[in-house]
């Protein structure tokens, strides 16, 4: 394979790089504004015991206190963003954590007010929503309040509560600088013996290369330096699972499931419904495994070929290329939403594009009302890359939509819909690709990255679910946990979802739990599977051209938290409280790994009969 240098962040064009200062044009006015924030923490005491006093002056104590939050907002997307592209920056790790520190202030400094709230009581509330303008759209927040009423303590556990928000952020923290910072990976070797350098934003492309050498080279020397860490990265986790044990108590739920679901309405039935739809549907990827194992050529599939190219072949595309087409696949939802999409990734510099050493693994979108959603991620020009932006765009777009349609407290949608409109992204993207290239190496190309994102979604992330309820049942009932036992429990899990279609190492596939900073927030990851699920519900009503998808699409995205999410995705036209979503998602998933063979049989066919073409 050809050989990969990573270069350090200062070498990265400016072009390239997340546009800071359209946040603050400078590290110096970030810490102007950190003080002037810290200052300002103490503003929101004056209101403590007066909120009853009249709706004016609760209309002004709400209002104090979002103006607050914004602007600590803008203080730690700043730090956080200047933290993730470097994380070896020492400076920008000190803001980062300078910015953790204030968000657990400013928590404390507002915990007041929804025990107060609860105190004047719903009856009085009702009516104060009439007599004062400034307090009528609060009024779905209200009924959220009152829902969680037997769950909100008082003022001084509640600020207490909020004050933790800091030194509980650490052992997530501690976990990331470890693993993005310290790591120093072992490089890769191809075939012919080069190096090939393994960073965190690297691995997936190497995992995705035909050298085979250098795909398992560099998958055993990123899972062994994550094993030779693995108990101080147990320990990271398992205080975690401690941490949401005993918020669960403080606020009375009877599990950490029930907890965390019952922050927005959701049923337990929900994760579920979606655990026992994934085991049913194991035969499916048991199938693909096997038809990757064939295609491959290989006697026995390992972990580092579930990403490798079946064709050997893989199709290049340049970051404007990949922008293009995923602005034509997102045609059907109008000029005016491409437009945004097109100047974000081309003039506003949205994006965060290429590796760099230091930068995290992954890709995430991330900001709030008054900066642009900005996406950091590792552009790495191939399908995956394309895939991975329309994917981080589908979270930007949510975002930008629902600052531009609702107040602050509602701007933060709910984790459970976060993945719907990025896959919605990714399906109407492939649509497009699948109908105007008709190029088969492409077509397999297109295929595998689906799959790809289905193995993420439809398979690594309910894989998690399973191993996330299991260890916090274990936290919860007192049982203990090693390293050891999270390796084996999740090695366990694996070796069901691969039957026997592929060699499980282990030690080296049951440390996959320490590579998924997800874990740190709780639940979040079996919200992969159902938001996928939504998305292609929804993408298939707009493909299909059905009356109104569209403008249903569109105003799920504007909502934000104004409504609960499930009824947010009820009214755009699918219900996730029963698994049919779910199982159709699946359906699509089978539908895939047909057409997949059928176009690995005619890549077949097609190379024989160039060999036997006349010079």
């Known amino acids: 394979m050809t050989a990969m240098s990573v270069p350090a962040r200062s070498d990265v064009p400016l072009e390239h790089t997340w546009n800071a200062a359209s946040v603050f044009e400078s590290d110096q006015a970030w810490e102007a504004e950190f003080q002037r924030v810290s200052e300002s923490l103490i503003v929101p005491e004056r209101f403590k015991g007066q909120l009853g006093d009249s709706p004016t002056v609760l209309a002004d104590a ?20 200047k933290h993730s592209v ?7 790790t000190g803001m980062n954590n300078m910015a953790q520190g204030l ?29 004062e303008p400034r307090l009528a759209h609060y009024e779905h927040y209200l009924d959220n309040l009152f829902r969680k009423q037997a769950h909100v303590r008082s003022d001084e556990v509640e600020e207490l509560l909020g004050a933790l928000a800091d030194p509980f952020s650490g052992v997530s923290g501690a976990a990331g600088m470890l693993t993005n910072a310290d790591f120093k990976f072992a490089a890769a070797r191809s075939s012919d013996d080069q190096e090939v350098s393994l960073t ?65 309405a959701i049923p337990i039935e929900v994760f579920h419904n979606l655990i026992a739809a994934f085991r049913k549907n194991l035969p499916t990827w048991h199938r693909y495994w096997a038809l990757r194992r064939r295609a491959l050529g290989v006697e026995t599939l390992q972990p580092y070929d579930v990403a490798a190219p079946l064709t050997g072949e893989k199709r290049r595309v340049t970051y404007a290329q990949a922008v293009d087409w995923i602005c034509q696949g997102l045609a059907p939802l109008g ?47 191939d399908m995956l890359a394309l895939s991975t932006l329309a994917h981080e765009l589908g979270h930007s777009m949510h975002s930008y939509l629902t600052w531009q349609n609702q107040p602050l407290v509602y701007s933060q949608y709910a984790t459970f819909i976060a993945e719907v409109a990025s896959n919605f992204h990714q399906a109407l993207v492939r649509a497009y690709l699948f109908k105007t290239v008709a190029d088969p190496i492409f077509q397999i190309n297109l295929i595998e990255e689906a799959m790809s994102n289905f193995r993420r979604y439809f398979f690594i992330m309910p894989t998690l679910a399973r191993f996330e309820l299991a260890t916090h049942e274990r936290i919860e009932r007192g049982a203990g946990l090693t390293a050891d036992e999270l390796i084996e429990l999740l090695a366990d899990l694996f070796s ?9 190492d282990r030690a080296r596939v049951g440390i996959t739990w320490a590579t998924f900073p997800h874990l740190y927030e709780d639940y979040y990851v079996f919200q992969y599977a159902t938001g996928i699920s939504g998305a292609h519900a929804l993408a298939r009503r707009v493909l299909a051209g059905e009356a109104a998808a569209v403008d249903d699409y569109l105003d799920f995205l504007k909502a934000g938290s104004s409504v609960y999410p499930l009824d947010a995705l ?6 996730l409280t029963t698994p049919q979503a779910v199982e159709e998602t699946f359906a699509v998933l089978a539908e895939m790994v047909d057409r997949l063979a059928l176009l690995l049989d005619r890549s077949i066919v097609l190379k024989q009969q160039a060999r036997v073409q006349p010079k």
């Open 62 to 81: 709400l209002q104090t206190c979002d103006d607050l939050m914004r602007r600590v907002g803008m203080v730690i997307v700043y730090a956080g963003l």
């Open 86 to 92: 470097d994380t070896t920056n020492q400076a920008a």
């Open 103 to 131: 968000q657990g202030r400013a928590l404390a400094a507002i915990a007041f007010i929804e025990p107060g709230l609860l105190a004047i009581g719903e009856r009085t509330l009702r009516q104060w929503l009439k007599d």
């Open 200 to 264: 965190q934003g690297t691995i997936n492309r190497i995992l995705g290369d035909a050298d085979r050498t250098a795909r398992r080279t560099a998958w055993e020397s990123y899972t062994d330096t994550y094993l030779a860490f693995k108990n101080t990265l147990a320990s990271t986790l398992i205080t975690s699972l401690k941490q949401s044990v005993f918020k669960m108590r403080a606020r009375r739920h009877r599990s950490t499931l029930e907890a965390t679901l019952f922050e927005h």
């Open 335 to 381: 000029e005016a939403y491409v437009e945004i999409v097109r100047k974000g990734c081309l003039e506003e510099r949205w994006v965060d594009a290429y590796p760099n050493v230091g930068k995290s693994a992954g890709a995430f979108s991330w900001g709030m009302p008054g900066t642009h959603p900005f996406i950091v991620m590792n552009f790495n020009h």
């Open 496 to 504: 069901e979802g691969y039957g026997g279609q592929l060699q499980v």
């Open 570 to 575: 009820k009214r755009a036209g699918v219900n």
